[in-house]
């Protein structure tokens, strides 16, 4: 097999797999729906710089924050069918909360 052809067949294959060297730096989004007062899943794992974005899918609204020595974010009220992005800038743990249902909480990992 020549080396043109050998490299070409790693890059696809790297490609397929999604090789992380191939993705350094690129930063992620996932999605969260809001719904029934609750966040879809109870706890995320994130790299950091990588976003979530918090999709009000109730009838009524929401309120996601964070507030922490080493990041904090606020979206004020979001209204059914809207959305909201927030990027994690920083490594640690953080509990994201609603204002407006104690009872909502999502544990973020950001390593």
């Known amino acids: 097999m020549s080396r043109r052809l050998a490299f070409a067949s790693l890059t696809l294959t790297s490609l397929a797999l999604g090789a992380p060297w191939l993705h350094a730096g690129a930063a992620n989004l996932v999605t969260i ?3 029934h007062r609750a966040f879809s899943v109870t706890d995320l794992h994130l790299k950091r710089g990588d976003s979530v974005r918090f999709t ?10 964070v507030k922490s ?3 904090s974010f606020d979206s004020a009220e979001q209204a059914p069918g809207e959305a909201v992005s927030v990027a ?3 490594a640690g743990t953080f509990d994201v909360l609603c204002g407006m249902h ?4 999502l544990a ?3 390593e």
């Open 33 to 35: 729906i809001q719904s």
């Open 69 to 71: 020595p080493a990041f």
């Open 102 to 105: 104690p009872r909502m909480h």
């Open 56 to 65: 009000n899918d109730d009838l009524f609204n929401h309120q996601v924050y």
């Open 88 to 90: 994690f800038p920083v």
């Open 108 to 110: 973020v990992i950001v």
